[in-house]
């Protein structure tokens, strides 16, 4: 039968995009991520990207499957940023001061004891046991324990935010690198601009989406999944870190 009217014409089309979506699942609509495969090796070493999807090096006699140590790792990233400046002479880019392998700064109050099974990827304790915490709706009558038990979960979870961003084995990193190289306390990041259009990936990217790209590429390890304990600190971490900046979406 068809529609009487312009409502009833709706309906019919609303289902039938429901119906097609049902179908086909959220996975026929999903946009694959790009990946930029760097320049082969002239010298038979492994191409290094930086997170811009051009500038790279070689660090020859870095053989597939081998990493780098920590000092050498450090010293390719500034070697990368060093190109990137000289390209781009105007830009201001936050660099680390010096090559200690301890993890950065944290928000006043973190608790920076994060645990070797948080760094390795495992649940934090806050995500397989939520504490116990008084019941009722969002303006239910909390006391002063309920927020400070709030804010040292959050703390915890930045925490272990903090140890994944400085550790390229948590990343799962092939090579060596981790965030914190090129990204000093999350510098440069400006999780506030997202969603924006992303160049590198060709589409517009929530956050979670230029973390997964930066772990597959400058990192050469595995993307995580948007429910990983990892990625979820990762973004806690990054936000807490521009804490006070306004929100700007799409700015570049």
């Known amino acids: 039968m068809k529609p009487k009217n312009r409502s009833g014409a709706a309906i019919i089309v609303v289902s039938a995009v429901s119906l097609i979506f049902c179908s086909l699942g959220p996975r026929a609509f999903a946009q694959a991520q790009p990946v930029h495969q760097p320049s082969a090796a002239a010298s038979g070493g492994t191409v290094i990207q930086l997170c811009d999807g051009v500038t790279s090096t070689e660090v020859k006699g870095l053989k597939p499957g081998e990493k780098m140590s920590h000092d050498q790792a450090v010293a390719v990233s500034r070697e990368l940023m060093d190109e990137w400046q000289r390209k781009h002479p105007g830009q201001h880019w936050e660099m680390a001061q010096d090559n200690s392998s301890q993890p950065a700064s944290v928000p006043a109050g973190t608790d920076t004891g994060a645990s070797a099974s948080q760094a390795s990827g495992s649940p934090a304790a806050s995500e397989t046991t939520p504490p116990k915490r008084q019941q009722g709706d969002t303006y239910a009558s909390f006391n002063e324990r309920d927020y400070k038990l709030w804010q040292a979960e959050t703390d915890k979870f ?95």
Request: hydrophobic share 35%.
């Open 158 to 252: 930045v925490a272990m935010g903090n140890t994944v961003f400085h550790s390229g084995e948590a990343l799962g990193s092939t090579i060596g690198i981790s965030c914190d190289m090129c990204h000093p306390n999350a510098a440069n990041t400006h999780p506030e601009t997202y969603p924006k259009y992303q160049v590198q990936l060709q589409r517009v990217a929530l956050l979670r989406d230029m973390i997964n790209w930066c772990i597959e590429n400058p990192v050469k390890g595995r993307t995580l999944d948007p429910n990983d304990p990892r990625m979820r600190a990762l973004e806690a971490y990054i936000i807490a870190q521009r804490k006070g900046a306004p929100l700007a979406y799409g700015k570049h």
